[in-house]
């Protein structure tokens, strides 16, 4: 079995497809142990056949809308017009408007994908360097993860049994924490990275609209203010699940967009379109990674993982400690979904051995995983953060470890502080 594990390492690494290389693997490992092959396939077809799955989709296209229809413009108005007297005001917003994306999104990449192209020359027309804007863009994307309701914590609680809600409740502090750490960061960096530019007509131009738009940019925001109010407070009132407040939330957006004429008729097939791609892949990814999941669980793999772990240490702590070191090599190499997938399998039984509550392991796994964002050889958020805000990875990579530094510490106060996730129980 580890022949099969390192072939499919070998696979990611080169390159192929993630959903082709855990499918191949699969059927290699099928072929070996002699398994019939139209069990995988029904295994796939499961897998890819929930409820709770259908969220992904919908919340991907609830963040389209929202993109498409310029309420991420508003989102960062409003931001602004709040703490934009503060000096290094537009890092702040930058951050904020993060969180309140991924607080529709779910998704870290498409986070930073928005929020650099609304923002990202904004910073750089003001005096932050572009190298700096391209890594807080791609630091702060983290919280696209992290905030509910988040993609990864949807698979690790479809994959592993576990309630999903829960793990939205479980991950708002840390989410929280995250906001106020990397607001920390930039305000650290901020001397080093920022020279106001002071060109007398546009400033006095961009103080005027603010004296006399106030009431206009505060009101046109609401809506889009509403957004995660509606979905949060409709998941945790009991109203709807999941899965129903990512579809109301898709049908909001589009209502508002419509009704605001942010959103034109026509715009509608590209963002079902790209909605649609976006959703097709991570499904795929979801069907194949099951097949492999579905082999590992017939070999006993997670079993004999958490014999091994119980033989090395009884200490649930050093436990921890050693998933962190695995989990932060495995998202260097491993997009960020198919890794809470494969991993979440693969360590829950040990941690629930230790007596590690689900919840408490499962957003410290997405957590340690998502580091892998910006981590080369993966590096998802730093890659498009680069492309988008045209920036050079070498120049921004001084600036990234900041925000990587801050994100690590995030994971250790998660991991030796349980209460953070489980508050709520």
């Known amino acids: 079995m ?3 594990v390192i072939a499919l390492l070998i696979l990611l690494v080169f390159g192929i497809p993630i959903g082709i290389a ?3 693997a ?7 142990f002699n398994i019939p092959l139209d069990a995988f396939a029904s295994s796939s077809n499961k897998a890819v056949n929930s409820f709770p799955l259908l969220a992904i989709p919908l919340f991907i296209l609830a963040g389209q809308i929202m993109n498409q229809g310029q309420l991420v413009q508003r989102l960062i108005e409003f931001s602004e017009l709040i703490i934009g007297k503060i000096k290094g005001s537009l ?9 309140f994306m991924g607080a529709i999104t779910g998704s870290s990449v498409a ?3 928005a929020v650099g192209t609304t923002i990202g020359e904004r910073m750089v027309e003001r005096g932050y360097k572009r190298s700096y804007v391209a890594a807080l863009i791609a630091g702060a994307g983290l919280l696209g993860v992290l905030i509910p309701p988040s993609i990864p914590l949807i698979l690790y609680g479809a994959t592993v049994g576990v309630s999903v809600a829960d793990l939205f409740l479980g991950s708002m502090l840390p989410g929280v924490l995250m906001i106020f750490i990397f607001l920390i960061v930039h305000r650290i960096l901020l001397n080093k990275v920022y020279a106001p530019v002071s060109n007398g007509a546009g400033s006095q131009a961009n103080g005027a609209l603010f004296q006399t738009d106030k009431k206009k940019v505060f009101f046109r925001s609401i809506p889009a203010l509403l957004m ?10 009991g109203i709807f699940t999941p899965t129903e407040a990512a579809a109301v939330a ?3 957006g589009l209502v508002i967009s419509l009704i605001g004429r942010t959103l034109k008729v026509k715009q509608l097939s590209k963002v079902f379109v790209l909605a649609a791609l976006s959703s097709a892949a991570i499904l795929s990814i979801i069907a194949f990674s099951n097949m492999f999941n579905y082999l590992v669980t017939l070999e006993r793999i997670p079993q004999n993982i958490s014999e091994y772990a119980i033989s090395i240490t009884d200490n649930r702590y050093l436990f921890l400690f050693l998933v962190f070191l695995i989990l932060f090599v495995v998202g260097m ?3 960020t979904n198919a890794a809470v997938l494969l991993m979440g399998v693969l360590l829950s039984p040990a941690a629930k051995e230790f007596g590690i509550h689900p919840i408490h392991f499962g957003v410290m796994l997405v957590t340690a995983i998502e580091i892998g964002l910006l981590t080369p050889p993966m590096a998802a958020n730093i890659y498009v953060s680069a492309k988008v805000n045209k920036s050079s990875l070498v120049e921004m990579f001084p600036y990234v470890i900041w925000f990587l530094g801050g994100a690590i510490l995030l994971v250790f106060i998660i991991m030796y502080v349980p209460f953070l996730t489980t508050w709520f129980l």
């Not at 699969?26 to 070996?32: D, F, T, Y």
């Open 2 to 4: 580890g022949a099969i």
């Open 22 to 24: 855990f499918g191949a």
């Open 26 to 32: 699969a059927l290699i490992g099928g072929n070996i």
């Open 91 to 99: 890092g702040y917003v930058t951050v904020l408007a993060c969180a």
């Open 111 to 113: 986070t930073v994908s």
């Open 228 to 237: 995660p109010v509606i979905i949060l407070g409709g998941i945790y009132s």
């Open 250 to 252: 898709g049908i909001y």
């Open 333 to 335: 190499f491993m997009e």
